[in-house]
């Protein structure tokens, strides 16, 4: 009952601000929220998730409110937004009880579970053929001398279907709950627009293409910065992945491959990226003002963030290692951090770039029509 009640308490908060931006409409041209709102005369709770998702939490609408705190409206957006967009992850996840692992994300839940999958497959691996072979020099780079190709396929290629289920399934309901129909989804040149927007991540160049007031009241490129290094970082090494396996199912060919291989510059242009776009980020969220955060999220962002840095850096450190004798351990290391990033993908911070897609979408779909 209680968790119903802060709920409510969220959704009416959010209707309040929404109500009196869209009496106000100074920030209109701040970001696509606000056109969204104006479209509307009465927001149901629906359209409150939907305008959560489409907000890029940039914070420039609550620096430049004649209502935010401390005035007696209490008009604070970004904040708003970001506690109910939190709670649209745990209504859209699938299956629904396991909505409640959101609330224990947090990076010391994270780094857990990535040291537990790690352990395990220590433990698989010494009971397979001893563990001398993770510390010598014998396998001549070759991961599967470790670990059979058969066996990594079959356990990260369950756990892959799984979690892509499980945001298709997310995303459904998403759509479902806006009250769009499935047909509306076929619209190419929406898709284009939002496409473009997502990949460009246009939303955060902020007002007057001078970047985001982010982590402050001051604008900067670097948010949107970090954040193109971290999504085309991890662009590239699932393009990498994508590359080694259609080399070793299509073509027979084996890994270890060359360094100059396509699997390998992907890998390492991808590593490079997953090292550089979360270090910024989690620096720019530790130092952000909390004004124009949800505190509960931190430990959420805090742990996507991190099991994307290990990602990418033991992803490199295993490349440079892979002819020495400490290429065993890394490479159990590097899939136990693989894995964990995997496991939580559903059910954290990973949801709110395909939800903020399909948010981006409509917004797109709904200009259309309105221009129409």
């Given at each position: ?105 947090g990076l010391i839940g994270a ?29 001549g780079g070759d991961f599967y ?185 890394m490479l159990v290391v590097h ?38």
């Open positions: 009952m209680q968790k119903i009640e802060i709920y409510d308490a969220l959704v009416d908060e959010a209707r309040n601000n929404m109500t009196i931006c869209n009496a106000c409409r100074y920030c209109e041209g701040f970001c696509p929220v606000f056109p969204a709102m104006e479209r509307r005369q009465t927001f149901s709770e629906e359209d409150l998730k939907y305008l959560a998702n489409l907000c890029h939490n940039c914070g420039e609408c609550y620096y430049a409110c004649q209502y935010a705190p401390p005035h007696e409206f209490s008009v604070n957006v970004p904040q708003s937004l970001a506690k109910l967009r939190a709670e649209s992850y745990r209504q859209y996840a699938w299956p629904g009880p396991l909505a409640r692992l959101f609330d224990r994300n780094l857990a579970l990535a040291f537990g999958v790690t352990l395990l497959l220590f433990i698989a691996i010494a009971l397979n053929g001893g563990a001398a072979p993770l510390v010598g020099g014998q396998h001398a470790l670990l059979p190709h058969n066996v990594m396929a079959v356990t990260f290629g369950s756990v892959a279907l799984f979690v892509l289920l499980a945001l298709v399934m997310g995303m459904a309901r998403f759509w479902r709950e806006s009250g769009e129909p499935f047909a509306a989804l076929g619209d190419r040149q929406s898709w284009k627009e939002a496409l473009q927007e997502t990949f460009t991540m246009k939303h955060l160049h902020g007002h007057g293409e001078v970047g985001c007031t982010y982590p402050d009241a001051y604008h900067s490129h670097w948010r949107r910065r970090f954040h193109h290094f971290t999504f085309y970082g991890f662009m590239l090494a699932f393009a990498a992945t994508l590359t080694g396996t259609f080399y070793h199912y299509v073509f027979g060919w084996a890994a270890p491959y060359d360094f100059l291989s396509l699997p390998k510059l992907l890998g390492t242009l991808g590593g490079i990226g997953l090292m550089i776009g979360p270090a910024g980020l989690l620096y720019l969220k530790l130092v952000r003002d909390r004004n124009t955060a949800d505190a509960r999220q931190m430990g959420m962002d805090v742990a996507f963030i991190v099991l994307l840095w290990l990602t990418g850096t033991t992803g490199l450190a295993l490349m440079l290692l892979r002819e020495t004798s400490a290429m065993g351990v899939l136990g951090c693989v894995m964990a990033l995997f496991l939580t993908m559903p059910y954290g911070k990973f949801v709110h770039g395909f939800y903020r897609l399909l948010a981006v979408y409509r917004n797109a779909l709904e200009r259309r029509r309105h221009g129409a």
